[in-house]
């Protein structure tokens, strides 16, 4: 019988196929809840008032507070950009994107899809209930908000919703820059979110950093998570639907 090499035995193949990538992704994951950490306990104790302060009366015209920088134009698109990152579009993208993966008998991933989102959103609620920010009185706001402040609600739901569906969608891919396209156009979308939070001065720069790093932690987390459980399910559901029925 021949020894097996130190430190080898008992380890499944496949974790041992994707240790590199797993090692590299677990890192990842724990420098996004550090820096969430390190970032939060900044903003209570107030060490972000000064940047936060001076990127939102950058964003105004020095005469008129009330009057963001740009052409008017400009304004009418962040507003519709920042939709994008609403409630009733992630939930209408996400209930959508759901029911056709059900439909397409991809009952896993539709799971992954529906626990991440709807993960994110409890736990953005919950972040900010134990923060307690008010939102910002620097500069009047541009769009009516009523809840707190950190991290940014549109930021973080926007970065688990998109982030997530491009990762799905990339996975699906066979070439290359169509992966690379994927995932660069759902993070684009996410900063694009993220920054109008702030020109509509409805976020403070520290809360939207704070959103995007949950966010991204988070739908990270839940990828992870996801590759093999995803598997799994699939392998499963693929041998019950060879099974024939019963006569």
């Known amino acids: ?11 499944p193949g496949w974790l041992k196929r994707h240790e590199p990538f797993l090692l590299l992704m677990f890192a990842a994951l724990s420098g996004g809840i550090l820096l969430f950490i390190y970032l939060t306990g900044e903003v209570l104790e107030g060490s972000t008032r000064g940047f936060d302060e001076a990127i939102l009366l950058a964003l105004r015209q020095p005469g008129n507070l009330s009057v963001p920088i740009g052409p ?8 519709d950009i920042t939709s994008l990152g609403g409630t009733t579009v992630l939930a209408l993208m996400t209930a959508l994107v759901t029911i056709y993966l059900l439909l397409d008998r991809q009952r896993a ?8 989102v709807l993960g994110g959103w409890a ?3 919950l972040l900010k209930i134990g923060v307690a920010r008010p939102r910002p009185d620097i500069v009047p706001h541009l769009v009516e908000v009523h809840d707190l402040s950190f991290p940014s609600g549109h930021a ?9 569906l491009a990762a799905l969608i990339s996975s699906t891919r066979t070439y290359r820059s169509t992966r690379a396209f994927t995932v660069a156009a759902g ?34 987390g839940c990828w992870i998570i996801a590759r093999r ?4 399910l699939r392998n499963g559901e693929g041998a019950r639907s ?4 019963p006569e």
């Open 156 to 164: 973080m739901v926007s970065a688990v919703t998109y982030l997530t």
């Open 229 to 232: 459980s995803i598997s799994s």
């Open 187 to 220: 993070i684009l979308l996410t900063l694009m979110i993220g920054v109008s939070r702030v020109y509509l001065g409805v976020h403070y720069p520290s809360d939207v950093l704070g959103g995007w790093c949950a966010g991204a932690t988070w739908a990270l």
């Open 109 to 116: 991933i539709a799971i992954f899809l529906l626990a991440s």
């Open 1 to 11: 019988m021949k020894d097996r090499p130190f430190g080898t035995s008992g380890i």
């Open 72 to 79: 008017g134009w400009l304004t009418h698109a962040v507003k």
């Open 242 to 245: 060879d099974t024939p029925p």
């Open 123 to 125: 736990l953005s609620a």
